[in-house]
């Protein structure tokens, strides 16, 4: 269905506002999606993607780092990676070079949640399962492309 059907507006200012629009209305799409997956194991899309980065990342980060790293840089790192503490999936402990900083690591409990998850990834692939691999390839350098104009224009 298009985006003019799914939101039930007909008329946008140009071709571009319609394009963002669209974006929009898919990203939040995409995210309710990815946490009907995530609800299973009790942890948000936000608490998965920084378990991701500290399983590959294969060293322990700093909540700087983790947010340089993240997929929604908006998040608060800090207050997610405290509540992964109190499910003991991340462990932290203060950074020997900079009394300061904290250094964040995956527990073993943590990695066995995400290798619980890994059958559920290829359905989570699903969802962009309409396109065929030179239009992902085509998206992935549409939307690359839009922020790059961005930051070049900033």
Same mark, same amino acid.
């Given at each position: ?49 920084? @378990? ?8 322990? #980060? !700093?909540? &700087?780092?983790?947010? $340089?790293?993240? *997929?929604?840089? /908006? ?25 300061? @900083? ?8 943590? #990695? !066995?949640? &995400?290798?619980?998850? $890994?059958?559920? *990834?290829?359905? /989570? ?30």
């Amino acid at each position: 269905m298009g985006i003019s059907k799914e939101i039930k507006q007909t008329t946008f200012r140009s071709e571009n506002h319609k394009a963002m629009v669209n974006i929009i209305f898919s990203s939040n799409w995409l995210i309710e999606r990815i946490k009907n997956f995530l609800e299973k194991e009790d942890i948000t899309h936000q608490q998965y993607n920084i @378990l991701r980065i500290l399983k590959g990342s294969g060293t322990p #980060l !700093s909540t &700087l780092q983790i947010r $340089e790293r993240m *997929i929604d840089k /908006m998040s608060d790192t800090s207050r997610i990676v405290e509540r992964l503490l109190k499910k003991d999936l991340a462990n932290k402990v203060v950074c020997l070079h900079d009394k300061r @900083l904290v250094d964040v690591t995956i527990t073993q409990k943590g #990695l !066995s949640l &995400l290798e619980r998850l $890994e059958p559920n *990834i290829k359905e /989570m692939d699903s969802l962009v399962a309409g396109l065929n691999q030179q239009e992902a390839e085509a998206l992935n350098e549409l939307l690359d492309k839009m922020r790059e104009h961005v930051k070049v224009a900033s």
